[in-house]
């Protein structure tokens, strides 16, 4: 929030893993951790995980691919369209979601 503060119209994005277990065992895998620093940070986490919805967008990181995908997408919308959120979802509708309910979700 600092960044929001020093920069009002800065594009934040919250990096979210795709299940708590997943977070874990991504802490748990820095060898160089003790006990006690894997604690801290998962304590860390869970009190970063509560301001997630400050962002302006948050992005589930379950692979590299998809994520650079979808933070492509996120840019490409800033910066083509005022209604940066509206962009992202046309984007992320027409390259993620294969399915007849795509017509239905852009008609809301």
């Known amino acids: 929030m600092k960044v929001r503060a020093m920069c009002p119209d800065a ?16 802490i748990k895998s820095h060898d160089s951790l003790s006990e006690k620093d894997v604690e801290d940070r998962l304590y860390a986490a869970q009190e970063e995980i509560m301001c997630a919805e400050q962002y302006d967008y ?24 005022s209604n940066s959120m509206k962009a992202f979802m046309e984007s992320y509708l027409e390259s993620e979601i294969q399915s ?7 008609s809301l």
């Open 11 to 26: 594009t934040l994005i919250f990096l979210l893993p795709p299940t708590w277990a997943e977070l874990e065992e991504r």
């Open 58 to 81: 948050i992005l589930i990181n379950d692979t590299v691919e998809k994520t650079v995908r979808r933070l492509g997408q996120i840019i490409h919308g800033n910066r083509y369209s």
């Open 100 to 106: 007849d309910m795509v017509d239905v979700i852009r």
